[in-house]
Structures are given as C-alpha cells and as structure tokens.
C-alpha cells in the first residue's frame, strides 16, 4: 500500500532528523520577519537565510514597478512565450539582459525563464545530445546534476574544483562534444570556480563552459556583472545561467549565449516551450531591478555586503577558536555565503534550534544537499543587514556554543 510505504519512510525520515519543515513568513523578505511554523504563533525573528543578497526583495522601486508592470500588462501573460505569451516586458528585459552580458560573451543574446531550475533542465535537454560528454564539479547545484542526469548525455563529475581530475577526464575523452558545466558561486559552500582556468581548459580541449550564477549575478564584478566580469572573461564558448530570484530581488533567470544557442533553445527546449510565461510584470519590475544594481545604488549594497562579509568571518574565526572542542569550522568563502559547519545532523539541528530560541533563523542544512558529515548552517547575508545585526548573530552564536557544550 503506498501510503503505508510512504509513511514508513516519512519515519525514517524523521529518525535520521532529515525532516524538512516550511515556516510561513507573514511580512516580506527582509532580516527582520515575521514568521510561523505550524500553528504556533508567529514570531519576529532575525534571518539570515535568505539569497537576497542586495536587498532588493523589498524594495520601494521594485514593489512599485512591479505593481506599474501589472497595471501596464495585466496580472498574468495567458500563454506561453511561442504562442501568445510573450510580451513587451519580456523582450525589454531580454534586451537589456542581452546588452549586460555583451562585454563577456560577444553578440551575446538573452532569454528569459520562469526559473532558474528550468533554464538548467532546458540547456542541458537542448544542447546535451548523446554523444556529449558533461564534465560537471560534484558540488554542483541539484538543477545542473538533474539536467545533466535527464539528458542523452554521458556525465562525468570530477571531485570539487580539482582541475588535475578535469584535465585527465578531458584528456581520455574523444567526445565531438563536451560541456563543461559548473556553479561560479557553490551554493552550500560559497567558495568560487576557478572560471579563468575552467575556460582556459574548455579552449584547450575544444568543449563548451556552462555556468551557473545564480550567486555571482548582481552581486561580484562592476556593476554587479556576475562572475565573468569578476574574472574579466569573454569568449564565444561561453553559456551563461543567470537567476533573477536572488540578488535582483524578483524571481526567474536567463541564458545568455550565442545567439545560435539562443535561437536552438526558443525552437527546443521543452522547459521554454512547454509553461506558461512568467507575468509580464515580473519582467518589468527586472529592468528595474537591473538599473538598481548597475547604479551608485547598487554599487553602496554591494560595499556594504563586504563590511558584513568581513565583520562576520573575523567573528566567527575568533569564536571557533574559543571553542575548539566543538569542531566547527568556517568555510573557505569569502561571498554572502558563509557556512558555518559543524557535522552531524543532530549538531547542525540543535545549533539551529538553538538560535531560533534567541530569535535567530538560520537554517541547517544537511545531506543530500551537502555530503554526509558536513551538516552546517548556512549563513547567508544581505546589504539590508546591519552590523549590529550580524553582532547579534555572533552572540547568539557564542551563547549557543555555551550551552550545546554544557
Ligand atoms: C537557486 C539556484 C538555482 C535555481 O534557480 P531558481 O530561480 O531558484 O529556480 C540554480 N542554480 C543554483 C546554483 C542556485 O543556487
């Protein structure tokens, strides 16, 4: 009987403590939120879970485009982009998306997604074909192994950022068609691919780079560019994923490429062809977004992110070293992603716990999504952080580290 099944291994779930529960935020994406779980009464906490990096969520200026968009193009696009869907917001935002990435990828064109998810199942799905090979980091995001996996493609993953493993995998292969595919910023980690090497390595051996950005876009590079322009990249051989969820503050991501690729992924890929386009004004409120990061706005966020970043890990390098016996260690990220791990699942739950006792929502994170044994908290912070709200993390931090010690 499936429900039996399912709810036997529902159990298991919970023994190993792996149950994921959602908590209800009744006030925008902002550090201070308000939040429920269950039926409990909810409470205001002090978050540092969010991808919002900018702080651009809750933004005036795109609250109010947003709604400008809505009444411009109405609340829904009523089709999908190849039959009706597809609108003036969307091509705007397309141009202007394509014009941003034109310094790294040359001609570049750009295509809209609802998703991020989707625009890594649609590259892989158009473009991996039976006779590729993927070369893809083991820490890549859950959509690049899934695209990878759902395609005709044969997939190699060679251990984190070792280029060594890469090259001899590059080396032994005789594929006419190789994509190397990694996350610029990794998502649980926080660390960055070695992009110069990894197109240094895509040009040597004739294959393709794809990368995901959904952590460098608006954040890294002048004005916020991503990845590439962090490096200073260009090349034709490049097939960039950029989200728009994240640090644009609105939701969606594009593929920036070649615009062969562009036009090969409108007339293919199911994930484009097959939904219905995302609301119009969602589009609109991203060229607003857009103009936000690339300006002296943007610019301030972006320092003011760094202060934290900074203030943060020489905190918590003091505190570990306090607390030795505890085996935390911070990992080697100098981004908004700062990973405090500690281990096992029941430790990352019960430092967790122990936050939110304080008013603190940091969330742990545990296998699958990280290696089993690195269970961790994901730190993450935004420019709408203040110092004194990341102080307040690290005595919560320090009165956690106390008492789980006790
Ligand atoms: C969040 C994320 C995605 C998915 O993007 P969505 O727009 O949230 O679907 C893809 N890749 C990476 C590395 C991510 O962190």
């Given at each position: 009987m499936l429900i039996d099944h399912l709810n036997r291994q529902l159990r298991e779930r919970a023994d190993q403590a792996l149950t994921r529960t959602r908590r209800t935020a009744e006030s925008p994406c902002a550090p201070q939120q308000r939040v429920a779980i269950g039926n409990q009464p909810s409470r205001d906490l002090l978050a540092f879970c969010s991808n919002d990096y900018l702080g651009l969520a809750h933004h005036p200026a795109l609250v109010e485009a947003l709604a400008e968009g809505a009444r411009r193009?109405?609340?829904?696009?009523?089709?999908s982009h190849l039959v009706s869907g597809h609108s003036l917001a969307h091509a705007t935002l397309e141009a202007e998306l394509a014009t941003w990435m034109a310094p790294c990828i040359p001609d570049a064109r750009a295509l809209y997604f609802c998703t991020g998810y989707m625009a890594n199942i649609a590259i892989a799905q158009a473009l991996y074909a039976h006779d590729a090979i993927i070369f893809a980091d083991k820490l890549n995001h859950a959509s690049l192994v899934d695209g990878a996996l759902m395609s005709k493609a044969k997939l190699h993953r060679y251990a984190h950022r070792n280029l060594a493993v890469l090259e001899r995998q590059l080396m032994q292969s005789d594929a006419p068609l190789k994509f190397i595919v990694t996350d610029a910023v990794f998502s649980m980690d926080g660390d960055l691919a070695d992009l110069p090497a990894l197109l240094a390595l895509a040009e040597r051996f004739d294959a393709w780079l794809v990368v995901d950005d959904a952590h460098g876009f608006g954040v890294l590079g002048t004005q916020g560019r991503g990845s590439l322009a962090h490096f200073g990249l260009r090349s034709e051989r490049l097939i960039y994923m950029g989200t728009l969820g994240k640090a644009a503050g609105v939701g969606g991501a594009f593929v920036a490429a070649h615009p062969t690729i562009i036009e090969w992924l409108v007339q293919t890929a199911r994930p484009y062809i097959y939904t219905t386009a995302a609301p119009p004004a969602i589009a609109h409120a991203l060229s607003a977004s857009l103009q936000l990061i690339a300006g002296p706005e943007g610019e301030q966020r972006r320092a003011h992110l760094q202060a934290l970043i900074h203030q943060l890990r020489g905190e918590l390098s003091k505190l570990i070293a306090a607390h030795a016996h505890l085996g935390w260690s911070l990992a080697d990220s100098a981004t908004a992603i700062q990973p405090l791990i500690v281990g096992s699942n029941a430790a990352a739950l019960a430092l967790s716990a122990a936050l939110d006792a304080q008013g603190l929502w940091v969330p742990a994170i545990r296998p699958p999504t990280v290696?089993?044994?690195?269970?961790?908290?994901r730190i993450t912070l935004s420019a709408a952080h203040s110092a004194q709200d990341v102080q307040r993390l690290v005595d919560g931090l320090a009165v956690a580290a106390k008492e789980l010690h006790a």
């Open positions: 193009f109405g609340a829904g696009s009523g089709a290696p089993v044994g690195t269970a961790r908290l």
